[in-house]
């Protein structure tokens, strides 16, 4: 298959990746159905970036590494980046020249829908009372722990039987923190966690901490950081968000897809005026 747009030669590369990408997204599509996601999705592509490279400057190669650091670090550094997608050093320019292109785009986009109005308020409070069930602060456990961070199998033998010794002194009521600080391996960190929902600590750890009563003091117990006695300091149930704490989070979602719309709107316009040509 190709593709030209308003003149431009689409790369067989770039249509194949889209197609892998439907096929990803929508696994019980016939090919037929992925062939046509794939033309819409890189004609739009192409008249974008098109509308782009017109009226948007290029970015700086300063910001150009500034987003490619980010891209990275968000996926675990440029190694776990790289492994992760099956990627070479040999990708790295394209990826940078990607990023180019991506930067560039979403800088025209934001300016192109920039006049979009904010939701009114009855949007937001219609969509708040559609969709209460969403907002709900979830239960929020306090806790602290003493942890040992043994690197070898003598360390983990020598961590076990220190904290062995350390849980009676915690049973008969010696306060913990104070053994926390003088006992634990927190490095730079505090013994104490602080608040924090389901599904931000590990779960070998919330496992446990979750099944605790307050003032309880755990068993040892391991996670991939090491050895820990845990206690539960506070709790916080679950609770229903009034519509004054949700207002902004709402007003954000709706704004977004006041300006998705608007961008979709715009793009089937260049659609139709554009010299589109497919080819077997």
């Known amino acids: 298959m190709q593709i030209t747009v308003n003149g431009e030669v689409i790369a067989a590369e770039v249509i194949e990746r889209e197609r892998e990408n439907a096929r990803r997204e929508h696994g019980d599509w016939t090919e037929e159905q992925i062939s046509e996601r794939?033309?819409?999705a890189v004609a739009e592509w192409a008249l974008i970036r098109?509308?782009?490279e017109r009226f948007t400057p290029e970015p700086s190669a300063d910001e150009v590494e500034a987003e490619f650091k980010k891209l990275v670090d968000s996926n675990g550094g440029k190694q776990e980046f790289f492994r992760r997608y099956g990627?070479?050093?040999r990708d790295e320019q394209r990826i940078r020249q990607d990023v180019a292109r991506q930067t560039r785009v979403t800088r025209f986009l934001d300016d192109l829908s920039k006049n979009v109005p904010v939701?009114?308020?009855a949007a937001i409070a219609a969509y708040f009372t559609e969709h209460q069930a969403e907002f709900v602060e979830p239960e929020q456990l306090h806790a602290a722990h003493i942890v040992r961070h043994?690197?070898?199998?003598?360390?983990?033998d020598k961590a076990y039987a220190d904290l062995l010794k350390l849980r009676p002194r915690l049973l008969a009521g010696e306060k913990f923190m104070e053994i926390a600080k003088a006992e634990s391996e927190c490095h730079d960190s505090s013994p104490d966690l602080g608040f924090f929902p389901r599904g931000q600590m590990v779960?070998?750890?919330e496992v446990v901490v979750f099944s605790m009563n307050i003032g309880e003091i755990s068993p040892i117990f391991q996670t991939s950081f090491g050895y820990h006695i845990a206690t539960v300091l506070e709790r916080k149930a679950a609770r229903p968000q009034s519509l004054d704490e949700c207002r902004d989070d709402i007003s954000a979602r709706l704004h977004h897809d006041l300006k998705n719309d608007y961008i979709g709107h715009w793009v089937d316009a260049k659609k139709s005026v554009a010299q589109i040509v497919t080819q077997a």
């Open 87 to 89: 990627l070479t050093g």
């Open 119 to 121: 939701p009114a308020e």
């Open 50 to 52: 098109q509308e782009a």
């Open 38 to 40: 794939a033309r819409d």
């Open 150 to 156: 043994p690197r070898n199998q003598e360390e983990a």
């Open 203 to 205: 779960p070998e750890f």
